[in-house]
């Protein structure tokens, strides 16, 4: 049982590094994203210029950053809660309604993003689809690919919940989901 336990605690320390890796290069790409819009803002009010790509660049980024951001949110438990039934419980309770609610209330949504995303993605691909506006990005698949990579990342993370849902349910004591000064990640 020791065994089985090391491992699901290795997986889902590996899926915390993948999502906690993926939030820091979001966190330079919303550094750009404020840049970005620093510059459209400029150039459209004080030199009455602006171009449609700068425009839809912070609109794709902002979607990056939401969407490949859900992950790590939830990694670092950043994601509304609504507290009825939860605070105040012991460790053992909360892991249930995790684990419960990451198998059949998360991971079927997921599944459906995913899906769908992925037709909408595909679709888009096969058309080779562009921005509708003159001026605008090319490879609009590449935004409607993020779809599906939010159910990715954000499931691999349902995961790594519901795994350690799961060790503490079986062991009794609470595993930490993020890293902390004092304690490593378990």
């Known amino acids: 049982m020791s065994g ?5 605690r290795l997986v889902a ?10 939030g820091q290069i979001l966190a330079w790409l919303a550094l750009l994203l404020v840049l ?5 803002v400029v150039l459209r009010y004080l030199f009455s210029s602006g171009d449609v790509w700068m425009q839809e660049t912070y609109i794709w980024m902002h979607a990056f950053v939401f969407m490949l951001g859900a992950g790590f949110t939830l990694l670092h438990d950043g994601h509304v809660r609504i507290d009825l039934i939860y605070s105040g419980a012991s460790d053992r309770y909360k892991a249930f309604v995790n684990f419960f609610g990451s198998i059949f209330l998360a ?3 997921l599944w459906l993003i995913y899906a769908r995303g992925m037709d909408f993605f595909y679709r888009s ?3 080779l689809e562009t921005s509708p506006e ?9 935004l409607k690919g993020v779809i599906p990579a939010l159910a990715i990342f954000l499931g691999l993370q349902v995961f790594s919940m519901a795994i350690r849902s799961l060790d503490t349910i079986i062991t009794g004591e609470r595993v930490r989901l993020v ?4 304690e490593p990640l378990t």
């Open 36 to 40: 970005n819009v620093f510059m459209v």
């Open 134 to 142: 003159a001026g605008g990005l090319p490879a609009l698949y590449i």
């Open 13 to 22: 320390g590996l899926i915390d590094r993948i999502n906690e890796f993926v």
């Open 107 to 109: 991971a079927p949504v």
């Open 179 to 182: 890293e902390d000064e004092d």
């Open 4 to 8: 089985l336990i090391n491992g699901i």
């Open 125 to 127: 691909f096969s058309r």
